[in-house]
């Protein structure tokens, strides 16, 4: 284990000045901070300290935008509900382009939703101990919590073609090939339907209009008898174009959600209730927070941990035959 000596050595300065770049960082010059801290954390001396968990980081890729989405807010209660009962303290940041001379006395890092890849490469070579929450990181073998998409859809799906429905359309937002998630729930969707009883439509989850223009689209397939909404946001969008176009739901077009999130305000009358699958989004969180103890006390950890989804039966498909 490195001491504050073999710093001291390393640098060519004092022991009381490397005492002072760790535990009073203001007082001493920028450019000998960053060099005794850069070569305090080569030496591993921050991971090699007693590891008492005081201070993590909370990193997002645009904050307002989580703390809008009731996704994510959930989340975010799970993961700040399990740090006051460990009695850790914690600051969010919107980004993370700071120096490590700013944060090098932080434990570890959760990144929460989708992390570009420079915000996991700082935190690899500041050899920060880091895990994603919600959405895991194809390019970076990075521990992580999310929900068990491809067991949340098989039950959807059976649930599905037991009512009868064997001619689909996917309706999504996201086709990113390098998307984890994504690529899960769709593979699950193209084993259980043939290519040519399943249908893509692709729109923008902040608009509406697209929404609007790709249910236009899939009203002129008369196979079809049932969108599955790759989100219970993308859902209520259908809910209000079938609306506009005179469509009965399940009468007429049977709907699914995915997420199980609440009745955004532009729904009038919230009927019929949607069939979705959900998970325990403060659970996710929560599970996060334990996960980065676990890095952080050396144990050996999973890079993808899946919490469990369970199907949530409503009115919004309709029986056939």
Known sequence: MATLKDIAAACHVSVSAVCTAINHPQKISRKVREKILNKAREFNYFTDRALKVQKILLVFNNYKNHYYNEYYTDVIFGITQRLAELGVDFRILPDFSLDY???????????????????????VKYKMPHVLAV??????????VYQDSANGLAQLIEYVKNSGHENIAVLTGETDPKDIVWNEFYKCARRHFPEKDLTLYQADYSMIQ?????????????????????SDLLAYYVYRAAR????????DVSVTGFDGI???????????????VWADRSALGARTVDLLLQLLRG??????????MQIRIGDSVRRIG
């Open 101 to 123: 001379a700013e944060i090098y006395d932080y434990s570890g890092i959760i990144f929460v939703g989708r992390t570009p890849d420079a915000f996991l490469e700082r935190a």
């Open 299 to 308: 144990e050996k950890v999973d890079l993808l941990n899946y919490l469990p």
């Open 135 to 144: 959405n895991p990181n194809a390019n970076y073998p990075t521990p992580a």
């Open 210 to 230: 697209s929404v609007e223009i790709a249910f236009a689209k899939f009203l002129r397939d008369k196979k079809k008898t049932l969108i599955l909404c790759s």
């Open 262 to 276: 609440s009745f955004p305000r532009f729904i009038d009358e919230p009927q019929p209730q949607l069939t979705t």
């Open 244 to 251: 506009k176009y005179a469509v009965r739901i399940p009468k």
